[in-house]
């Protein structure tokens, strides 16, 4: 009975001091028309022309269903802010999902990872660093978090306006009315 109280105890208090993923979202309104598989043959099209192979796009998909109107894809981006001596260099790894429904699309930036040499793991959305490794350097840790979570704020406006772009903007199938 001790161990299940204990147990229920610390599950307790782990879920409610547990820390959101950061993510991002945006919803895109398209002709109210347009159906679901319409912008998800659009996106996927779309997509696999900016990977420029299929080969490279099919790798990057976690999920492609047309019938539920998804599309999960994994990204990196290259990560070289910092100080000279702040060894953060690396890549953040992160998820783009869209969600379909007629005339309209959600566009989700989650999944947030920073890869590197002093690797800063999930991203959070925290203020400060929210890992216990490196307490020698807590100070130079949330300072590298805070340039993080800065510049993700700033890239995130540039991968939603693509987002946005590419589920607006009908593909050249769709124009074939000649």
């Not at 598989?37 to 996927?44: C, G, I, K, Q």
């Not at 802010?81 to 699309?105: Q, R």
């Not at 959305?125 to 800065?150: H, Q």
Request: net charge positive; glycine share 6%.
């Amino acid at each position: 009975m001790k161990k299940l109280l204990f147990g229920l105890f610390i599950f307790i208090f782990s879920v409610s001091f547990a820390q959101d993923k950061l993510s991002y979202s945006l919803i895109v309104k398209v002709d109210s028309l347009t159906k679901k598989e319409v912008l998800f043959d659009r996106v996927s099209n779309r997509m696999a022309s900016l990977y420029g192979s299929n080969f490279k796009y099919e790798k990057d998909v976690i999920i492609s269903d047309r019938n539920q109107g998804i599309i999960k894809l994994k990204f990196s981006k290259p990560y070289h802010k910092g100080d000279a001596f702040s060894n953060v260099a690396g890549d953040i790894f992160f998820t783009m999902t869209f969600l379909f429904k007629d005339g309209k699309s959600k566009i989700d930036l989650s999944d947030f990872e920073h890869v590197g040499n002093a690797s800063m793991g999930v991203i959070l959305n925290t203020e400060d660093y929210p890992y216990s490794n490196y307490k020698m350097f807590k100070g130079t840790m949330n300072k590298n978090w805070k340039n993080l979570r800065a510049y993700l704020d700033e890239s995130k406006d540039s991968l939603l306006d693509l987002g946005e772009s590419i589920v607006k903007k009908p593909g050249e199938a769709e124009n074939n009315n000649w």
